[in-house]
Structures are given as structure tokens and as C-alpha cells.
């Protein structure tokens, strides 16, 4: 069979059949199986609401995970932060003004400051207009 480029590397390879779009490389099927099933998700309520189900009890297992891979991932939960900051602030003027938008509602208000910008330090620069990547930035005060 002729060779075809694998949708996720690009490398190219021999398929076993037409249907095969992704070369066997472990990283390329991962890749194919959350393709997969962010289609199913997408397409099919009853899946949906069982991943839904079966997450939340995983969850309830495991209740900590959340919290070590925020101690473990600090610059992907910064700029998850960062990110959400922005999701919050473009929602908030849908929504009642002083009501929390995400649904952490015991979040103290001193607890949430607004970045100090005049102090150096590490800074996600997120694209507001552009749907591009966040960058991380140093920036120092002169
Ligand atoms: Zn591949």
C-alpha cells in the first residue's frame, strides 16, 4: 500500500488499511484515541454523560490529584491562571457585577489582588484579540 504522512507527526508511513490515518508511534495514537473521543464527546449526549460520570468518580478517588498537579505544573497553572483571569474578565460584564464567575465561591476578596505590574518578575503575555499561545515573559522595572 502506498505511503501516506500521519495526521499528528506528519511522518510518513505504510497504513494496514484506507481507514488508517495515524502512523503506530505511541505519541500518534494518543493523540488519534483524544481525537476520537472529543468527536464521541461532541456527537454523542449518552457518551458525553458517561465520561462525565466516570471522571467524577475517578475524581472522588483520587481528590488530591488536582492539587498535586498544580505543585507539580507551576508554569502550566500560571497560565491557566492568567488565562482564567481573562475568561473572568471578559464574562464578567455578562454577568451580575461582584458575583464570582468561575464556581469557587469561598474565595476570600483580599485573596485575589491584582498583579502588581510596577515589580520584575515572570508575566504571561496573552493575546487578547489574536487566538494565538500564551507567551512567558520576564520583565524588569528600569
Ligand atoms: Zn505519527
Known amino acids: ?4 504522512p500521519c495526521l499528528s507527526c506528519g511522518q ?5 488499511n484506507k ?3 495515524y502512523c503506530s508511534a505511541v505519541k500518534c495514537q494518543r493523540t488519534r484515541k483524544a481525537d476520537w473521543q472529543r468527536h464521541k464527546i461532541k456527537t454523542d449526549p449518552d457518551y458525553k454523560r458517561d465520561q462525565r460520570i466516570s471522571q467524577k468518580k ?3 478517588s483520587n481528590p488530591d490529584y488536582w492539587k498535586s498537579y498544580r505543585l507539580n505544573n507551576r508554569e502550566k497553572t500560571e497560565r491557566n ?11 464578567l460584564k455578562k454577568v451580575r457585577p461582584g458575583k464570582p464567575v468561575i464556581a469557587k465561591m469561598d474565595v476570600r476578596k483580599d485573596a485575589v489582588r491584582p498583579v502588581d ?6 508575566f504571561w503575555l496573552v493575546p487578547v484579540i489574536a487566538k494565538m499561545d500564551a507567551a512567558k515573559v520576564f520583565l524588569r522595572v528600569l
Open 81 to 91: 491562571r492568567a488565562l482564567q483571569r481573562l475568561r473572568n474578565k471578559s464574562r
Open 58 to 60: 475517578w475524581l472522588s
Open 1 to 4: 500500500m502506498e505511503q501516506v
Open 12 to 16: 510518513f508511513f505504510t497504513p494496514r
Open 117 to 122: 505590574i510596577m515589580s520584575s518578575g515572570q
Open 19 to 21: 481507514k488508517q490515518n
